[in-house]
């Protein structure tokens, strides 16, 4: 079964860091890519940033809000996509997935985690 | 503010088609896929529709979506009690070269 696992969610104050991690089961982790995605509460969906697959030497990319604060690497090793979170604002706070991109152009997110949820507090 | 504009809400009585609309710009639905994801209250949003107007596997035929230049829909026919969540429509945007999100429409099956 394809599987995603978020962990790492928790409080922190602003300012501070959070590492969030998700592993994958199920699938050839390293032949996708694998992105973030946040929902603040009672609000829509926002793309964070991706990490491609491993053809394209797990380059990354990010949001414009998130750039230069969080950092997205994998442990090819254990089949873990990390999140590195830094200088947190309030308006990071939300649940955080990981969503698997299938092989279509486009936002193709086949595979979703159950989301880890993560406050800022001021 | 999200990139794609949707209803912030929608309702029908069971049995019933509705249909959410998809808004976007040149940049992202005017020329590229759409994409549409169900989610249930209290969970992770799940595949609903990819490449416009296609359905996974396991997605009933009751689903369907459309796009036309730079807007899309998404159509729900013979209305259930369990179809009641929010949608979110997607894209990629060339502008800002990532996935956008509608702000999501929260169905209501009466």
């Known amino acids: 079964e394809v599987q995603l696992v978020e962990s790492g969610g928790g409080l922190v104050q602003r300012g501070g860091s959070l590492r969030l991690s998700c592993v994958g089961s199920?699938?050839?982790?390293?032949?996708?890519?694998i992105d973030w995605v946040r929902q603040a509460p009672g609000k829509g969906l926002e793309w964070v940033g991706r990490s491609r697959s491993k053809p394209q030497s797990y380059t990354t990319d990010y949001v414009a809000s998130v750039r230069g604060r969080f950092t997205i690497s994998r442990d090819e090793s254990t089949n873990t996509l990390y999140l590195q979170m830094d200088s947190l604002k309030t308006e990071d706070t939300g649940v955080y997935y990981c969503?698997?991109?299938?092989?279509?152009?486009?936002?193709?997110?086949?595979?979703w985690g159950q989301g880890t949820v993560v406050t800022v507090s001021s | 503010q999200s990139v794609l504009t949707q209803p912030p809400s929608a309702s029908g009585t069971p049995g019933q088609r509705v249909t959410i609309s998809c808004s976007g710009s040149?940049?992202?639905?005017?020329?590229?896929?759409v994409y549409w994801y169900q989610q249930l209250p209290g969970t992770a949003p799940k595949f609903l529709i990819y490449?416009?107007?296609l359905r996974p596997s396991g997605v009933p035929d009751r689903f369907s979506a459309s796009k036309s230049g730079t807007s899309a829909s998404l159509a729900i026919s013979g209305l259930r009690p369990e179809d009641e969540g929010s949608y979110h429509c997607a894209a990629w945007d060339h502008s800002l070269n990532g996935h956008v999100f509608g702000g999501g429409t929260k169905l209501t099956v009466l």
């Open positions: 969503a698997r991109e299938g092989h279509n152009p486009g936002p193709d997110f086949d595979c």
């Open positions: 490449k416009n107007d």
């Open positions: 040149s940049s992202n639905i005017g020329r590229d896929y």
């Open positions: 199920g699938f050839t982790f390293s032949n996708h890519y």
